[in-house]
């Protein structure tokens, strides 16, 4: 009776602990996906800031290359500056988050700017934008780190763009100052806490804007600190988790670099805020429906909002159109625009060196005309995406040259703003040619999933595509069967013979193995030593024990010399096999199929070696079967 209350006493703790254990088990899987989530959001975050800041350079040129233009036309008016001051003023207001566009001549002096101030003896030979482009002979735009502005005493940092005389001569720059106050102030749309931060930091690791603001931190260089000496280095974007180094606090970072102008931004969450936050959601959960009606509100005026942005950007679409042909036709890639239909109405000169057509030739034509059969579905997807709401896609496709050369186009597709659907959106399109890379990646991506000695599949390539079997087999109720194949007494034949005979020996167990299997399905490879694997999709237990033995006769029949390997004289291989069956199998991942089959190869070294073994049944060296212990 004693014995009887204990039992039931354990069993009722086991339960009630266990019960507790789910639970606290699954309020903790909740806080780690709550922090995964804000990762991924914080990492979101980074990137639309980036997008942001991107946007805001690349329309900066705008401007630049407007205002080159006027310098060049009004060149010897007496009049030029009065001209130049009411040209940038109409720059400034259809760009309303630049801060302000200036002239400075090839002494220094600013001779126009769209602000309303006097000039006087304003000179600018001193900042580092000036000295960079007097020495530089590029004529491409170049971002600036941050300055406190000499016009307004705030801080800003700018995008300048070099102008020559007609004879090359440096003739001053144009500028365009963009406040850093405005990244900060886009910041604080994103909800990342009160207690959140964010960092737009160059390429190079000057910062150049901080939100909260802290004036002494702009300009430093943090290239030595953990985000650019290891985090970059190993991915363009993430998340990660660290001490800020300003206040000290402990916070959940997600970054992101531009691929266009190299800004990083690092956006972050406090650690403990986030805690907060998901111990406040689990209490308060019944809220999510006024919390999704109050979102659904927001979207809908957003969406309103947009339809009356949309209205209002339609009417600066004609001049756009001049300032983007000026873009494009100066760009070396290539640059299209389509219609939602995909056909082209405008194609940059460029054309030319990329297709290997005029720019003549290809108006009117459509995106899919000279692609690669199985590239033809994803451009299709693409530009459905596109015309139903999409703001940018980005695809690498093959198209074939009028040459017949096949080349690899990276490319980015947009959507500009107007067009509901069908022909009346608009899309632009910026390819680059990366036939050259790409060959590279794939001579790479071949290297880093080949053995070196035996060219089979290495073991990363193995799990790589034994998970996609397994997953495979789960969701289409197959079958697959693995063969864990191991040379025996290979350490002796390797003492016996030397190594560089060792690495024969396996590179022709390795010729056998990928001989014997036919299927263009099936995978061989090196598991490790002198160990190899096969991977049989489709393959039940019976075919898989039948190409088990094929293959350990096969090797067998090569008589390679091993007098140690007694009690035949010649290299012989053990071979373990299972099989994951959906109807009766409880395994789950491609690890515990391998492991199965690896205990059942043990189970073939102990009945004594040259053998295939398998649940409940071992194949000896002269074909007889015996009963033995399921793997």
Same mark, same amino acid.
């Given at each position: 009776m004693k014995s009887s209350s204990i039992r039931t006493y354990a069993g009722i703790t086991f339960g009630v602990c266990g019960f507790i254990g789910l639970i606290v088990w699954g309020e903790y899987s909740s806080w780690q996906s709550q922090v995964t989530r804000i990762e991924a959001s914080l990492t979101q975050t980074a990137r639309a800031l980036v997008q942001h800041a991107d946007d805001t350079i690349e329309m900066a040129k705008l401007p630049l290359a407007g205002t080159i233009t006027e310098i060049h036309d009004e060149e010897m008016h007496p009049d030029m500056p009065s001209k130049l001051r009411k040209a940038m003023k109409q720059q400034i207001e259809t760009t309303p988050w630049l801060d302000r566009l200036s002239y400075v001549d090839a002494r220094g002096d600013v001779v126009a700017t769209s602000g309303d101030i006097d000039?006087?003896?304003?000179?600018?030979?001193?900042?580092?934008?000036?000295?960079?482009? =007097?020495?530089?002979?590029?004529?491409?735009?170049?971002?600036?780190?941050?300055?406190?502005?000499?016009f307004s005493r705030e801080w800003i940092f700018t995008v300048s763009q070099r102008v020559n005389r007609q004879d090359g001569s440096f003739a001053g720059l144009v500028i365009v100052s963009i406040a850093t106050g405005q990244f900060t102030h886009f910041f604080e749309n994103f909800d990342v806490g009160k207690d959140g931060s964010f960092l737009m930091v160059q390429g190079e690791g000057i910062i150049l804007a901080r939100s909260p603001f802290r004036e002494d931190l702009l300009g430093t260089d943090i290239s030595s600190h953990d985000l650019f000496a290891n985090r970059l280095k190993q991915a363009r974007s993430g998340a990660y988790h660290y001490i800020s180094p300003v206040d000290g606090a402990r916070r959940i970072g997600g970054f992101y670099q531009s691929p266009r102008t190299g800004i990083v931004v690092l956006a972050a969450a406090s650690e403990s805020e986030a805690l907060a936050n998901w111990t406040k959601v689990a209490r308060i959960r019944w809220t999510s429906g006024v919390v999704v009606v109050t979102i659904t509100g927001i979207l809908f005026w957003r969406w309103r909002r =947009?339809?009356?942005?949309?209205?209002?950007?339609?009417?600066?679409?004609?001049?756009?159109?001049?300032?983007?042909?000026?873009?494009?036709?100066?760009?070396?890639?290539?640059?299209?625009?389509?219609?939602?239909?995909?056909?082209?109405?405008?194609i940059s000169p460029s054309a030319r060196e990329i297709y290997g057509l005029d720019a003549e030739a290809l108006m009117g034509t459509s995106i899919l005309d000279g692609l690669h059969e199985d590239d033809r579905e994803t451009v299709v997807q693409v530009m459905e995406r596109l015309r139903t709401g999409a703001a940018r896609e980005r695809m690498v496709v093959r198209r074939t040259r009028a040459d017949g050369k096949q080349i690899w186009l990276d490319t980015t597709l947009n959507r500009l703003p107007g067009g509901v659907n069908g022909a009346d959106v608009r899309i632009v399109a910026v390819s680059r040619d990366v036939t050259h890379q790409k060959k590279i990646q794939d001579e790479l991506d071949t290297l880093a999933n080949t053995d070196e000695l035996? =060219?089979?599949?290495?073991?990363?390539?193995?799990?790589?595509?034994?998970?996609?079997?397994?997953?495979?087999?789960?969701?289409?109720?197959?079958?697959?069967?693995?063969?864990?194949?191991?040379?025996?007494?290979?350490?002796?034949?390797?003492?016996?013979?030397?190594?560089?005979?060792?690495?024969?020996?396996l590179r022709a167990i390795a010729r056998v193995i990928a001989g014997s299997i036919r299927r263009g399905k099936d995978l061989a490879a090196r598991y490790g030593g002198e160990e190899f694997a096969v991977l049989l999709p489709d393959t039940d237990a019976a075919g898989a024990f039948r190409a088990a033995e094929n293959i350990r006769r096969r090797i067998a029949g090569l008589r390679l010399r091993h007098e140690r390997n007694l009690p035949w004289g010649h290299v012989t291989i053990s071979v373990g096999v299972a099989t994951f069956d959906p109807a009766g199998s409880e395994l789950t991942r491609i690890a515990d199929l391998f492991e199965q089959a690896d205990q059942a190869l043990y189970q073939a070294k102990n009945a004594g070696r040259n053998r295939s073994a398998a649940a409940e049944r071992v194949v000896t060296a002269d074909g007889a079967a015996s009963a033995g212990k399921s793997a």
């Amino acid at each position: 009776m004693k014995s009887s209350s204990i039992r039931t006493y354990a069993g009722i703790t086991f339960g009630v602990c266990g019960f507790i254990g789910l639970i606290v088990w699954g309020e903790y899987s909740s806080w780690q996906s709550q922090v995964t989530r804000i990762e991924a959001s914080l990492t979101q975050t980074a990137r639309a800031l980036v997008q942001h800041a991107d946007d805001t350079i690349e329309m900066a040129k705008l401007p630049l290359a407007g205002t080159i233009t006027e310098i060049h036309d009004e060149e010897m008016h007496p009049d030029m500056p009065s001209k130049l001051r009411k040209a940038m003023k109409q720059q400034i207001e259809t760009t309303p988050w630049l801060d302000r566009l200036s002239y400075v001549d090839a002494r220094g002096d600013v001779v126009a700017t769209s602000g309303d101030i006097d000039t006087g003896d304003l000179n600018l030979a001193d900042r580092d934008y000036f000295k960079f482009h =007097q020495s530089s002979v590029t004529l491409e735009p170049v971002l600036g780190g941050p300055i406190k502005s000499r016009f307004s005493r705030e801080w800003i940092f700018t995008v300048s763009q070099r102008v020559n005389r007609q004879d090359g001569s440096f003739a001053g720059l144009v500028i365009v100052s963009i406040a850093t106050g405005q990244f900060t102030h886009f910041f604080e749309n994103f909800d990342v806490g009160k207690d959140g931060s964010f960092l737009m930091v160059q390429g190079e690791g000057i910062i150049l804007a901080r939100s909260p603001f802290r004036e002494d931190l702009l300009g430093t260089d943090i290239s030595s600190h953990d985000l650019f000496a290891n985090r970059l280095k190993q991915a363009r974007s993430g998340a990660y988790h660290y001490i800020s180094p300003v206040d000290g606090a402990r916070r959940i970072g997600g970054f992101y670099q531009s691929p266009r102008t190299g800004i990083v931004v690092l956006a972050a969450a406090s650690e403990s805020e986030a805690l907060a936050n998901w111990t406040k959601v689990a209490r308060i959960r019944w809220t999510s429906g006024v919390v999704v009606v109050t979102i659904t509100g927001i979207l809908f005026w957003r969406w309103r909002r =947009q339809v009356m942005l949309r209205a209002a950007s339609e009417a600066l679409l004609v001049t756009r159109e001049a300032e983007f042909r000026l873009l494009a036709e100066g760009s070396s890639d290539l640059i299209q625009r389509f219609n939602g239909n995909g056909i082209r109405e405008y194609i940059s000169p460029s054309a030319r060196e990329i297709y290997g057509l005029d720019a003549e030739a290809l108006m009117g034509t459509s995106i899919l005309d000279g692609l690669h059969e199985d590239d033809r579905e994803t451009v299709v997807q693409v530009m459905e995406r596109l015309r139903t709401g999409a703001a940018r896609e980005r695809m690498v496709v093959r198209r074939t040259r009028a040459d017949g050369k096949q080349i690899w186009l990276d490319t980015t597709l947009n959507r500009l703003p107007g067009g509901v659907n069908g022909a009346d959106v608009r899309i632009v399109a910026v390819s680059r040619d990366v036939t050259h890379q790409k060959k590279i990646q794939d001579e790479l991506d071949t290297l880093a999933n080949t053995d070196e000695l035996t =060219q089979l599949a290495n073991r990363r390539s193995l799990n790589s595509h034994g998970e996609e079997m397994m997953l495979a087999a789960r969701k289409l109720n197959g079958r697959l069967s693995a063969l864990m194949l191991d040379a025996d007494h290979f350490k002796l034949f390797n003492d016996t013979y030397g190594h560089a005979a060792g690495d024969e020996c396996l590179r022709a167990i390795a010729r056998v193995i990928a001989g014997s299997i036919r299927r263009g399905k099936d995978l061989a490879a090196r598991y490790g030593g002198e160990e190899f694997a096969v991977l049989l999709p489709d393959t039940d237990a019976a075919g898989a024990f039948r190409a088990a033995e094929n293959i350990r006769r096969r090797i067998a029949g090569l008589r390679l010399r091993h007098e140690r390997n007694l009690p035949w004289g010649h290299v012989t291989i053990s071979v373990g096999v299972a099989t994951f069956d959906p109807a009766g199998s409880e395994l789950t991942r491609i690890a515990d199929l391998f492991e199965q089959a690896d205990q059942a190869l043990y189970q073939a070294k102990n009945a004594g070696r040259n053998r295939s073994a398998a649940a409940e049944r071992v194949v000896t060296a002269d074909g007889a079967a015996s009963a033995g212990k399921s793997a």
